[in-house]
């Protein structure tokens, strides 16, 4: 086999995509999560560091880029999304292919915020979304210390709707409770050797 049969993971905020991305972890799978890739390429050393401070030297502070001042600067000018987004996502797309090569799991789970959003499914063999009713999304949200009702509904607006994401998707999972997340992750994972991997 030339590569790991690729699943996209993929749910909105509150949703439970990092707890179901944790339970293919604990079975093997490997994992590539998009948030810590950004994290790596915004930290001491990392690839996306000078780049930004050339475009926005208010945003990285003590050799990091500060996501706190980079936001700050991105509400002063919204123009400079697109510019960031075309330093960060040519980075943030080598790191997944460098884990791709690297991965010796049948298996490899590309935990992805915006993989429909950013056309990204296309590079997978199946998507997974995970996903839950919208008042126990929002309840879990609003749980999170600092996250106000607006932030939520700013995050959502940023995201495509939970319906679109349903149609779209190879594979869903609701994550109602952790025994029943758990048991779809195994079937999944078996399902995808029986049928996809044999």
Known sequence: MNHPFRLGLTGSIGMGKSTTAG??????????DADAAVHRLYGQGGAAVAPISALVPEAVIDGVVSRPALSA???HDPALLPRIEAIVHPLVAADRAEFLQKTVSDIAVFDIPLLFEKGTEAEMDATLLVTAPPELQRRRVLARPGITEAQFQLILSRQMPDAEKRARATHIIETLGLAAVEAAVVALIAYIRETRLA
């Open 23 to 32: 339970f293919f972890r604990a079975r093997g799978v490997a994992v590539w």
């Open 73 to 75: 600067q991105l509400g």
